[in-house]
């Protein structure tokens, strides 16, 4: 601003300002920006002079004191993270949503992946989804939006898919690595907390949007099939009680595939934000929406013993499938915030998100034992092709309020209701078999049935919190006692039925007859061979759950030094009912149980900006709610392995010790070294076994023996003028031992990594940013090391995956004032995802390259 004028102005993302039609004169300008020293300049303005001014601004040397509650730092930009990690009383990482629009990335998931110790797993539909944070499997954290969990659309688990949330509606994300008492206990990896936009002190308008391509379709064409006739309910679920499913009940159009060549992805978006009333009404409007068209070419098998006598293993099948996606990702923020005086503030924030997929998956699987053949390449190949759609909604509405009380009083509360939900209709799955013989001659092919599959699921999650602060100083020291609640209700409740098509039992003489041969799904006839669907289909049940929490926490903070800790105690209550009784099978059932999680952490400065910090807290893990339901389901398409729960399973807890040295030398330059310890009783983990249900494969979760988890972080980034570095290294090592067999059947108890661990992850970017001429370019680099996948039947045979190298680069321009041209290109090195069993492969996914182009508007 120039001071003792009217003339003032907000610097735009990257640093620029313009104050238009100043009459010739001399004048004092003042720059200020959180974090940095306020700058002075005296200037000399000619008339008709346009005069240009490089001003650099230096990081504030001393510590932040909090002025006001309601104050903040930008937490869109690099520098408010930094901030944000310096002032933090808990270990946490942060990202901003300046680096984040810079990097490759257009997702969540895809922007976590470059976060300190992150790493990725993918879901059934094949996108980047879940977090695993420092080798702890998704379940061992939880997600948060702006700090209030949500609810997930996911029919068997807890935690959202990331992959679906567009990075541009975010201001921020925070990854938290340890906790204080005022946060929930159920994080022992860590807490993901996607901070949305919120309504700043300037008015901003920004627009964007992109073009894209995936590699796979430079070879591949696009498989689609008909939606418009899958219908939302099955035959059962649209009729009156008692109907019988006909064969004309199921459409064929869904079934009905066709290739073409793949469209282009896109995203656009927007976002708008202002304060109405002389400042007093904060509005802010953001949407994004994302069409992307993906696929894969992979190779799946099943690993056996060869005999009981060793336990060298082989394969048992090969299957290769590919997969064509078509997903669509909107997300929509609105946010209202009213400050009524200087000492109250109400918060209206609501987050909707919507995704929809369409999925065509081709199978070819030949079981290599036991099906007519005498060799490799001879025997029964059973072919599937599957069409599915799905679509999943989250929704969070939050009503919150800030209060000074006193000079020493402040209370905080929120009330959020959360909604998800998950519908996949009429998921269809075509099956033929031909054979071929010892002589290499393909008979014809066989038409083997038809399975359908309605699914659905809604969660309901209603939370209410309150916290109570009192701060008070002494000279330079301050005392902080705080104290708090909880309480959530939340609800599952999930439907499915399955129908089974098999080939006429009869022809049309009435004679009995064999599989016909297949010549397309137009000319396909079937009987329903379950005309009531799956009256007693163990898919379908409710699960409650009821959350007690309440903490008391104090901290303390000296000019060198500060401590803090706690107790935090959750009561919970889960019950499930399966909604329709299943013979010899539990039809409802619960738990109970309260812990006591106790934190405290220890922060000292040890020169200026530099910090060495302590932190110890007790975490809790529950059970997903599906894990505590005591029957299992069909295969899934996905896996080819039927999932079981398991009434008896119970809830884990750590004991998590960490270690931190930080370093903020200026700007958003950073170093942290870093080490952690976890201790987890009852760990829960997904086991592969025999099964009961005919032979085949199931996954079941189970309570393994104690596991130890330690390792070790480092994270940077640095800059020499116009060209910087950042990066970070996690190495983690976890041991875990589990009840498993031989194949002559004798129980062992092998030591092995935790299921998700990688044992090294290193993410390094090289940088070059020119803010004179508006540039930058990142080029980014990742290598993840082997990573535990899942655990087997026998001991030694695990899936593990192999280490994976993957380049990234993006870049952007100022092509004029307000637009920037930028470009993304991700997997360059078109690095395949593989998993194997003692050497034999068993998995291999390969995705390609993508590649986009896009502008960007900021005002």
């Keep these: 601003m120039i001071n003792n004028t009217p003339y003032h102005k907000v610097a735009d993302t990257k640093g620029n300002f313009e104050l238009r039609n100043i009459p010739a004169g001399e004048y004092d300008l003042t720059i200020t920006n959180v974090g940095y020293t306020e700058t002075h300049r005296h200037i000399t303005l000619k008339a008709g002079q346009t005069l240009q001014l490089f001003l650099s601004l230096n990081q504030?040397?001393?510590?932040?004191?909090?002025?006001?509650?309601?104050?903040?730092?930008?937490?869109?930009k690099e520098t408010g993270s930094r901030d944000r990690e310096r002032s933090a009383s808990n270990m946490i990482n942060v990202i901003s949503s300046?680096?984040?629009?810079?990097s490759p990335d257009i997702s969540a998931a895809n922007v976590l992946q470059r976060m300190s110790g992150v790493t990725i797993q993918r879901s059934n539909g094949g996108d980047e989804a879940y977090a695993v944070i420092r080798g702890m499997e998704p379940r061992y954290s939880n997600t948060l939006l702006n700090g209030?969990?949500?609810?997930?659309?996911?029919n068997k688990s807890r935690y959202v898919q990331l992959g679906i949330v567009p990075s541009e509606i975010l201001s921020s994300i925070e990854i938290s690595k340890s906790l204080t008492p005022d946060m929930e206990g159920d994080a022992t990896g860590g807490t993901v907390n996607m901070v949305v936009k919120d309504a700043p002190d300037k008015t901003s308008f920004k627009a964007t949007a992109s073009i894209g391509y995936s590699g796979l379709f430079f070879d591949e064409k696009y498989v689609a099939f008909s939606t418009r006739d899958i219908q939302d309910k099955s035959p059962v679920q649209r009729n009156p009680p008692g109907y019988q499913a006909q064969p004309g009940d199921f459409s064929r159009s869904n079934l009905t595939f066709w290739s073409r060549q793949a469209l282009p992805s896109t995203t656009a978006g927007f976002s708008f934000t202002h304060r109405y009333l002389h400042d007093k009404l904060g509005f802010v409007l953001a949407d994004n929406l994302q069409n992307q068209y993906y696929g894969n070419i992979s190779f799946q098998a099943t690993a056996l013993p060869l005999n009981d006598t060793t336990g060298q293993l082989h394969?048992?099948?090969?299957?290769?499938?590919?997969?064509?996606?078509?997903?669509?990702?909107?997300?929509?923020?609105?946010?209202?915030?009213y400050v009524i005086n200087e000492k109250n503030?109400?918060?209206?924030?609501?987050?909707y998100l919507y995704s929809y997929l369409a999925q065509t998956r081709f199978d070819a699987n030949n079981i290599l034992i036991g099906t007519g053949g005498t060799g490799a390449g001879t025997g029964q190949v059973f072919n599937t092709y599957t069409s599915q759609t799905q679509h999943l909604f989250v929704e969070n509405l939050k009503l919150s309020g800030q209060h000074i009380l006193s000079p020493n009083f402040r209370f905080d509360w929120a009330g959020v209701y959360s909604t998800a939900g998950n519908r996949q209709p009429d998921v269809a799955s075509i099956n033929t078999v031909y054979l071929i013989q010892n002589n290499g001659?393909?008979?014809?092919?066989?038409?083997?049935?038809?399975?359908?599959?309605?699914?659905?699921?809604?969660?309901?999650?209603?939370?209410?919190?309150?916290?109570?602060?009192?701060?008070k100083r002494f000279g330079s020291n301050e005392l902080q006692i705080k104290a708090g609640g909880l309480y959530r209700y939340a609800s599952r409740n999930?439907?499915?039925?399955?129908?089974?098509?098999?080939?006429?039992?009869?022809?049309?003489?009435?004679?009995?007859?064999?599989?016909p041969l297949w010549t397309g799904i137009d000319n396909a006839q079937w009987d329903v061979f379950n005309p009531s669907g799956t009256t007693y289909n163990p898919n379908s049940y409710n699960a409650t759950e009821t959350i007690y929490d309440g903490y008391g926490a104090i901290r303390f903070k000296a000019l060198m030094w500060e401590a803090g800790g706690g107790l935090r105690v959750e009561h919970t209550n889960d019950t499930w009912n399966v909604l329709q009784y299943v013979a010899g099978e539990l039809i409802n059932g619960g738990q109970i149980y309260q812990e006591f999680l106790p934190s405290g952490y220890f922060k000292y400065e040890l020169a200026n900006r530099q910090y060495l910090h302590f932190s110890y807290y007790r975490s809790i893990t529950r059970p997903n709610y599906y894990e505590l339901v005591p029957t299992g389901g069909s295969p899934a398409v996905t896996t080819g392995f039927r999932t079981e729960g398991n009434d008896t399973l119970h809830h884990s807890l750590a004991d998590n010790l960490d270690i931190r040295y930080e370093w903020f030398p200026r700007g958003d330059e950073h170093l942290f070294i870093g080490a952690f310890y976890k201790h987890i009783v009852d760990p829960i983990e997904i086991q592969l076994t025999g099964g009961t249900n005919g032979g085949l494969y199931v996954v079941k979760p189970l309570n393994s023996h104690p596991a130890t988890n330690v390792g070790a972080e480092m994270s940077f980034t640095k800059y020499w003028g116009r060209f910087g570095v950042t990066g970070n290294y996690t190495y983690t090592h976890s041991t875990i031992s589990s009840d498993q067999k031989t194949p002559q059947a004798k129980d062992v108890f092998p030591t092995r990594p935790m299921q998700g661990q990688t044992d090294h992850i290193v993410n390094l970017s090289l940088l070059y940013k020119d803010t004179k001429h508006g540039s930058f370019v990142q080029v980014s680099y990742q290598y993840q090391g082997t990573t535990l996948a899942e655990t087997g039947q026998y001991a030694g045979a695990d899936y593990f995956q192999r280490p994976m190298n993957t380049l990234a680069v993006s870049g952007e321009k100022d092509i004029r004032k307000h637009f920037t041209m930028f470009a993304k290109a991700n997997n360059l090195l078109n690095t395949p995802v593989q998993q194997y069993v003692q050497g034999v492969l068993v998995l291999k996914n390969t995705y390609r390259a993508t590649y986009s182009l896009g502008i960007r508007y900021t005002y």
């Design 441 to 471: 001659v393909q008979t014809g092919t066989y038409f083997d049935g038809i399975s359908r599959t309605w699914q659905k699921n809604d969660d309901k999650e209603y939370s209410g919190i309150l916290n109570l602060d009192y701060r």
């Design 60 to 76: 504030e040397g001393k510590a932040m004191e909090e002025v006001t509650v309601f104050g903040k730092a930008d937490r869109e």
């Design 494 to 515: 999930n439907v499915q039925d399955d129908y089974n098509l098999i080939p006429p039992a009869t022809n049309a003489n009435g004679t009995a007859a064999s599989k």
């Design 148 to 154: 209030i969990k949500i609810a997930s659309p996911d």
């Design 345 to 351: 503030k109400i918060n209206l924030d609501n987050f």
């Design 315 to 337: 394969p048992n099948d090969a299957n290769n499938f590919k997969e064509y996606t078509q997903q669509l990702n909107n997300g929509l923020v609105a946010h209202l915030d």
């Design 98 to 102: 300046q680096a984040m629009v810079r």
